[in-house]
């Protein structure tokens, strides 16, 4: 099972059903921040619909086609982030997260990103790793720009949130341009 240690206060690990109830807590207690930019909130009324998640995520994990973890501040579960896509072939990996309303503006993702990065360049033997984030998410884009990311361009009508659609920047970095920090 992935876990990986980002420092001490922060640990990404792979979640469990023993994680289910916390998971739909901060989803729930963020549902108003996270529907601004992602798509399958209505789709999580229950723990139970954060429990099916979880089992999901090993489906993806078992197959080698992705990686998903909670972020842990002090064992307390205040996120995910992972690779929701890895192409071994071409070694290329496509990282997502969302961080807790509460838990905003502490640096926790920057931290994790950056751990997660060094894990697929190191460990997962990548050399090309992607995000796309919605053109008004600002906060965001400013976290994989403080990290170096290459914004690579935009893609319109990426992707259906709700009643409209909503446009993605695409950032990328490359093994040889990331810089150990």
């Known amino acids: 099972m992935f876990e990986l240690k980002v420092n001490d206060d ?3 690990r792979m979640l469990s059903a023993r994680d289910s109830e916390a998971l739909f807590r901060i989803t729930d207690e963020s549902r108003g921040y996270l529907k ?7 789709s999580i009324r229950t723990s139970h619909d954060s429990l099916e ?5 090993f489906h993806s ?7 998903t973890s909670g972020i842990f501040l002090h064992g307390e579960l205040v996120g995910i ?15 997502g997260y969302w961080l807790s309303e509460n ?27 992607e995000i796309r984030i919605a053109e008004q998410n600002i906060q965001s884009q400013k976290v994989v720009n403080r990290i170096g990311f290459y ?6 009508d990426a992707e259906w949130l709700y009643d409209h659609y909503v446009d993605h920047f695409v950032y990328s970095m490359l093994k040889k341009e990331w810089i150990h920090s």
């Open 81 to 95: 982030i992972g690779y929701n896509y890895l192409d071994f072939r071409n070694k290329i990996g496509s990282i």
């Open 61 to 67: 994990y078992n197959n080698r086609t992705g990686i």
């Open 36 to 42: 601004r930019w992602l798509p399958w909130l209505d």
């Open 151 to 156: 914004y690579e361009g935009h893609i319109r």
């Open 103 to 129: 838990q905003q503006g502490k640096g926790i993702m920057t931290v994790s990103i950056r751990a997660l990065i060094h894990y697929g360049f190191e460990n997962l033997k990548l050399n090309r790793i």
């Open 10 to 12: 922060i640990t990404l």
């Open 53 to 57: 998640f979880i089992k999901n995520t």
